[in-house]
């Protein structure tokens, strides 16, 4: 194969300059690698952050860690998936942008990748130019695979949209709630999901596949919130609605019964939420954090109430590879139960990538995506 000429959206270090749509080269598939041609990239709610400097840059990034893509050309020595799947051209396949080495204590004793210190999913444009190699990132026609980005064959007959419509989502709440003390969402245990973008909503997925009692969901974007009831929340509560903190917990206990409260799932990103999500559960309850992920805060809470209540507070970064594949094959099994393909709201051509960012910013997407092969590109 010939050099292949792409274009992807660069994001410089200094916070809200214009999103640059910049050419690069890359040569054929190296071994073990595929090119991948992107269908649609999430905008992911990390993705704003790294445009408006809230996470410090230090050179130009190729943006993008959510994609689904179809196989446009492979290395002789790749015959399948990370998965074992036959893999061929044309194929669709969903992939991990971050690059765990496989190799290391993090990796290969603890289980978590996140850990890895080679790990990390922003690709620097100028290296990317200078090595011909491809790239991982998702913001672009086409995507480099290469063994540390682990990629899995979908299903053709399942709509990108609703792969994609939970992007890195879907995988990071896949890998929290196997870090709960039995190791999932508990059947009969009661939940309440505070925030309901895509972490929210695919947490709101999960607790009803795990056969839940009840799940309450909180947000303040009456965008979202239509949307998780359209997943089955039994009840919504608009912060705006019902600002006072102890009202909503009233209002909850309507809903789940005096017993109170099981699993808090923190997928906010703010901080505010702390204070309620420990003040809602019942004794044994457990508060399940992975909204918290960019920011630094501090929170001021009752520890007698973590004793006294014997709680249990877990966190989680992120995912692994493994929680990419598991989440392929949820959203096969459950892409028409839940409305997974209308949560994208928005489709933005490569050239509107930072329209696309604004729109997410704005609050009124439940999901955004960038289609950098689409016709008027
Ligand atoms: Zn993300
Ligand atoms: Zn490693």
Not at 51 to 77: N, Q
Not at 108 to 119: A, I, K, R
Not at 300 to 319: E, M, R, W
Request: glycine share 8%; net charge neutral.
């Amino acid at each position: 194969m010939a050099t292949l000429t792409s274009r992807c959206a660069v994001v410089s270090p200094t916070p809200r300059s214009p999103v640059k749509i910049l050419p690069f080269e890359v040569g054929p598939p190296p071994a073990d690698s595929i090119h991948v041609e992107v269908i649609q990239a999430g905008i992911c709610g990390t993705d704003p952050h790294l445009w408006k400097g809230d996470l410090e840059l230090r050179a130009p990034i190729v943006l993008g860690h959510e994609g689904i893509g179809k196989v446009a050309s492979m290395h002789p020595t790749v015959i399948t998936d990370h998965a074992g799947q036959p893999l061929h051209e044309g194929d669709i396949v969903y992939w991990t942008a971050v690059r765990p080495c496989h190799k290391c204590y993090y990796c290969t004793v603890l289980d978590d990748e996140c850990g890895c210190p080679s790990n990390g999913f922003m690709h620097n444009y100028d290296a990317l130019v200078r090595a011909k190699e491809g790239t991982w990132a998702t913001y672009t026609q086409y995507a480099t695979l290469g063994p540390r980005n682990s990629f899995y064959r979908v299903s053709p007959n399942v709509p990108p949209e609703a792969y994609i419509a939970l992007g890195c989502a879907l995988p990071t709440v896949i890998q929290a709630t196997s870090r709960l003390r039995k190791g999932h969402i508990e059947p009969h245990s009661t939940v309440v999901v505070q925030g309901c973008g895509a972490v929210g909503l695919a947490a709101l997925m999960m607790a009803k596949l795990s056969g839940c009692l009840k799940v309450v969901v909180i947000d303040q974007n009456p965008v979202r919130l239509a949307k998780a009831k359209d997943f089955g929340a039994d009840a919504c509560i608009n912060l705006d609605e019902i600002p006072d903190m102890g009202e909503r917990a009233k209002r909850i206990t309507q809903v789940v019964g005096e017993r109170g409260v099981d699993l808090a799932i923190e997928c906010s990103g703010h901080p505010s939420a702390i204070r309620e999500g420990l003040a809602l559960l019942t004794r044994n309850g457990t508060y399940l954090l992975i909204g918290t992920w960019a920011g630094k805060a501090e929170v001021l809470f009752d520890p007698f109430i973590v004793v006294n209540k014997a709680l249990h507070i877990q966190g989680s970064t992120y995912c692994a590879p493994r929680d990419y594949y598991r989440a392929s094959k949820v959203v096969e099994q459950n892409w028409q139960r839940f409305p997974l393909a209308s949560c994208v709201t928005h489709k933005f051509r490569l050239d509107e990538t930072q329209l696309g960012l604004e729109t997410v910013i704005s609050g009124a997407a439940v999901k955004a995506v960038i289609e950098p092969n689409r016709k008027d590109n």
